[in-house]
């Protein structure tokens, strides 16, 4: 059975959403190719559509939207290739890249809204109770210095 997760972003809000795909929702992404657009109603998001932007597999190698084919290649690349980041001016190195369809062997596939459905974003992906807690945490943390300071006086 297929599986992976779509990282949906929000080109208006800037933030970015993880959706398990599984069975007929991953099935309907199997298949297409980076730059299609697709439905999101098998994902959960009904009315909306996806770009698809991107993706990694297994072993963490990233998607390439200029390679035909449904698999893994070795290429020489150079400055402005996806997967690489040259350190020195004109450097370019062999990389292995993963082809432009999505296929079973994906983990991860990125996508961006394109179209939006009557529901709100924050309506389907409710905010998680522990994002307020790393907000109190940095509370405490802040007034541990002061106690050692007054330690110190004393």
């Given at each position: 059975m297929?599986?992976?997760k779509v990282v949906v972003s929000d080109p208006k809000t800037g933030r970015a959403y993880n959706v398990d795909a599984s069975g007929?929702?991953?099935g309907a992404i199997v298949g297409k190719k980076i730059g299609d657009e697709v439905d999101a109603g098998?994902?959960?998001?009904?009315?909306y559509k996806l770009k698809i932007t991107g993706g990694s597999d297994r072993t963490g190698t990233p998607a390439?939207?200029?390679?035909?084919?449904?698999?893994?290649?070795?290429?020489?690349?150079?400055?402005?290739?996806?997967?690489?980041?040259?350190?020195?001016?004109?450097?370019?190195?062999?990389?292995t890249l993963r082809s432009k369809e999505i296929t079973s062997d994906f983990v991860q596939v990125n996508a961006?809204?394109?179209?939006?459905?009557?529901?709100a974003l924050e309506e389907i992906f409710p905010?998680?109770?522990?994002?307020?807690?790393?907000?109190?945490?940095?509370?405490p943390a802040e007034k541990a210095p002061a106690k050692k300071a007054a330690e110190k006086k004393a």
């Open positions: 297929v599986e992976f007929g929702a991953a098998p994902l959960g998001l009904s009315g390439n939207k200029s390679l035909p084919g449904a698999g893994r290649k070795k290429l020489l690349v150079a400055k402005g290739t996806t997967g690489f980041h040259p350190k020195m001016e004109g450097q370019r190195r062999r990389k961006k809204i394109t179209a939006y459905g009557d529901k905010a998680k109770p522990a994002d307020d807690k790393k907000a109190g945490a940095e509370k």
